[in-house]
């Protein structure tokens, strides 16, 4: 999923708006604030906010991206056996 530019939504730059210019505004009136939104709204601050709190670190985005090579050159040379998924989900269902 692509994460979200907390720039898309005018609501969101209204509220981080806020935040910057009102360094006086608490925690409890912001949250007044985002009251009024929308729940959809509301939505896409809780997404912009995580997005900014979770910003991707480039040393784990690398590693994973090694890792994905190194399975893909296993796919392609054939040392690991691919399993179908319905055999994958057959034997799961067998053991619950």
Do not use: C
């Amino acid at each position: 999923m692509r994460q979200r530019d907390p720039s898309e939504n005018p609501a969101i730059l209204w509220v981080i708006e806020q935040i910057r210019t009102q360094n006086d505004m608490s925690v409890d009136d912001i949250l007044q604030e985002v009251k009024t939104l929308t729940p959809e709204e509301q939505a896409r601050l809780v997404d912009s906010l995580l997005v900014l709190m979770h910003r991707p670190d480039p040393a784990v985005d690398a590693a994973w991206a090694e890792e994905i090579d190194r399975r893909v050159d296993e796919v392609k040379s054939g040392t690991v056996k691919l399993i179908p998924a319905e055999e994958v989900f057959s034997k799961l269902r067998q053991r619950h």
